[in-house]
C-alpha cells in the first residue's frame, strides 16, 4: 500500500480545482510515500499549478504526512487493522467502526487497501460513515497488471452505482490511471441507463493500472440499499416492462382511466 506519485498527481489537480478544502485527513492502512523517481519535473510543474510551494521534500519522507500538510490537511490520522506499522487508530474495516469516529475526516485516502478486505459493503458503508459531509474521498485500487495482487479488483460501475445511485455522493472523478504517469489516462464515465460495458484491448494496457476515484459525501448522503450494475439494471426494467402482468395492469389501468372519462 503505497501513496504513488501517479495518485499524487491526481490529488494535486483535485486541490486545484478546489475538490480539497483542508482540515483533518485520514489514510487506510499505513501508506508510503513511493518517493520522486523519474517525475521530478512533472510533480513540481503540478504542485505548483495547484498554488503549492513546488516543494518536493514530502516526497522523500516514508509517510505521506508532509504531503498532506501541503495540501492543506494539518492533522493526520492512519487507520489499520494491527499496530504493526504505527497506525494511530486501531479498527477493523470489515466490522461497522465505533460511533466516535463517525464524520470526523475531511479527507480519506485509500491507497490500496479496501481491494485487501473481505467484507467490502461494510468497508465502503464505513467509509461514509467517517467521511465528514463535504468531505472527499480519493480511492486507488488495482485494476489490471496485478492480477493476484488483493482478494477484489474493482471496475469503474461499482463507482457509479455504489457511490453516485446508491449514496448520494458526488463522483468528482473517475479514471483508470497508469502507475506511469506518462501513459495514457482513461476517464470512466457514467453508464446509467446504458445496455452496454466499455471495452479494451489487452494491449490499451501497457504496465501496471488502477481504478483511481474521488468522490464527495453531501448532506443527502446515506448509504440507503444495494448497488446493482447499470445494464443489468436496464434489461431488468425492459423485462418487467414487457411482461404479460405489467401488460395486464396497463390495459386494466387504461380501461379504467377510459371508464371514468365518460362519467
Same mark, same amino acid.
Given at each position: 500500500?503505497? #501513496?504513488?506519485?501517479?495518485?499524487?498527481?491526481?490529488?494535486?489537480?483535485?486541490?486545484?480545482?478546489?475538490?480539497?478544502? @483542508? $482540515?483533518?485527513?485520514?489514510?487506510? @492502512?499505513? =501508506? %508510503?510515500?513511493?518517493?520522486?523517481?523519474?517525475?521530478?519535473? %512533472?510533480?513540481? %510543474?503540478?504542485?505548483?499549478?495547484?498554488? =503549492?510551494? $513546488?516543494? #518536493?521534500?514530502?516526497?522523500?519522507?516514508?509517510?505521506?504526512? $508532509?504531503?498532506?500538510?501541503?495540501?492543506?490537511?494539518?492533522?493526520?490520522?492512519?487507520?489499520?487493522?494491527? @499496530?504493526?506499522?504505527?497506525?494511530?487508530?486501531?479498527?477493523?474495516?470489515?466490522?461497522?467502526?465505533?460511533?466516535?469516529?463517525?464524520?470526523?475526516?475531511? #479527507?480519506?485516502?485509500?491507497?490500496?487497501?479496501?481491494?485487501?478486505?473481505?467484507?467490502?459493503?461494510?468497508?465502503?458503508?464505513?467509509?461514509?460513515?467517517?467521511?465528514?459531509?463535504?468531505?472527499?474521498?480519493?480511492? !486507488?485500487?488495482?485494476?489490471?497488471?496485478?492480477? /493476484?495482487?488483493?482478494?477484489?479488483?474493482?471496475?469503474?460501475?461499482?463507482?457509479?452505482?455504489?457511490?453516485?445511485?446508491?449514496?448520494? /455522493?458526488?463522483? #468528482?472523478? /473517475? !479514471?483508470?490511471?497508469?502507475?506511469?504517469?506518462?501513459?495514457?489516462?482513461?476517464?470512466?464515465?457514467?453508464?446509467?441507463?446504458?445496455?452496454?460495458?466499455?471495452?479494451?484491448?489487452?494491449?490499451?494496457?501497457? $504496465? =501496471?493500472?488502477?481504478?483511481?476515484?474521488?468522490?464527495?459525501?453531501?448532506?443527502?448522503?446515506? /448509504? %440507503?440499499?444495494?448497488?446493482?450494475?447499470?445494464?443489468?439494471?436496464?434489461?431488468?426494467?425492459?423485462?418487467?416492462?414487457?411482461?404479460?402482468?405489467?401488460?395486464?395492469?396497463?390495459?386494466?389501468?387504461?380501461?379504467?382511466?377510459?371508464?371514468?372519462?365518460?362519467?
Amino acid at each position: 500500500m503505497g #501513496l504513488n506519485n501517479a495518485m499524487a498527481l491526481k490529488l494535486m489537480d483535485a486541490d486545484g480545482r478546489g475538490d480539497l478544502r @483542508g $482540515g483533518s485527513a485520514l489514510t487506510l @492502512g499505513a =501508506l %508510503r510515500m513511493r518517493g520522486v523517481g523519474a517525475n521530478r519535473a %512533472r510533480l513540481r %510543474r503540478s504542485s505548483q499549478a495547484a498554488g =503549492l510551494s $513546488g516543494d #518536493l521534500t514530502p516526497f522523500t519522507k516514508p509517510r505521506p504526512e $508532509g504531503f498532506l500538510n501541503q495540501l492543506g490537511y494539518d492533522r493526520f490520522h492512519e487507520l489499520d487493522v494491527s @499496530g504493526y506499522e504505527g497506525a494511530d487508530i486501531l479498527a477493523d474495516l470489515n466490522q461497522p467502526l465505533p460511533e466516535r469516529l463517525h464524520n470526523q475526516f475531511d #479527507l480519506i485516502v485509500d491507497g490500496g487497501t479496501l481491494e485487501h478486505v473481505f467484507n467490502v459493503p461494510v468497508a465502503f458503508a464505513n467509509v461514509l460513515s467517517i467521511l465528514k459531509v463535504s468531505g472527499a474521498f480519493s480511492s !486507488t485500487n488495482t485494476f489490471s497488471g496485478e492480477p /493476484c495482487h488483493g482478494l477484489y479488483q474493482f471496475n469503474s460501475d461499482l463507482v457509479w452505482s455504489f457511490w453516485k445511485r446508491t449514496c448520494n /455522493c458526488e463522483v #468528482l472523478s /473517475c !479514471t483508470l490511471l497508469p502507475a506511469d504517469p506518462t501513459k495514457k489516462t482513461y476517464e470512466m464515465t457514467d453508464l446509467t441507463g446504458n445496455r452496454w460495458r466499455p471495452s479494451f484491448r489487452q494491449t490499451d494496457f501497457d $504496465g =501496471l493500472y488502477f481504478l483511481y476515484y474521488e468522490i464527495r459525501k453531501t448532506a443527502e448522503s446515506e /448509504c %440507503r440499499a444495494v448497488s446493482y450494475q447499470s445494464d443489468y439494471e436496464v434489461f431488468w426494467g425492459e423485462s418487467a416492462a414487457k411482461s404479460p402482468a405489467n401488460i395486464a395492469d396497463n390495459k386494466s389501468s387504461k380501461t379504467e382511466s377510459g371508464s371514468h372519462d365518460s362519467i
